[in-house]
Nanobody, 127 residues
């Protein structure tokens, strides 16, 4: 089973940028479709982005498309989320997760499609 640790969260002003990292343990990181989710206070956890095993395929939620970029470095067992043009609406705890299925699909946007989760990293965007 893959273990995940997120980092890179923090406090940033609106319009700023942050890059989140998700470090994975285990030798089979490159076998997994991965994703980012977030949960704002009082709201359900929501899908942010996903990436295929090779990194060739990505998919984004409408709310972040064009501002966020998901990527991965399989040699470093690490996935990233570059977040630009941040707004207060992006304030949330961000989680990385491993998809249950090895084959990539843009339809994997529900929590039930993902198994292992990290502990989350807080992102706060001030206005």
């Amino acid at each position: 089973q893959v273990q995940l640790v997120e980092s890179g969260g923090g406090l940033v002003q609106a319009g700023g940028s942050l890059r989140l990292s998700c470090a994975a343990s285990g030798r089979t990181f490159s076998s997994y479709t991965m994703g980012w989710f977030r949960q704002a206070p009082g709201k359900e956890r929501e899908f942010v982005a996903s990436i295929s095993r090779s990194g060739s395929w990505t998919y984004y939620a409408d709310s972040v498309r064009g501002r966020f970029t998901i990527s991965r470095d399989n040699a470093k067992n690490t996935m990233y989320l570059q977040m630009n043009s941040l707004t207060p609406e992006d304030t949330a705890v961000y989680y990385c997760a491993v998809a249950n299925n090895l084959v990539y699909s843009e339809s994997y946007r529900s929590e039930k499609d993902f198994g292992s989760w990290g502990q989350g990293t807080q992102v706060t965007v001030s206005s």
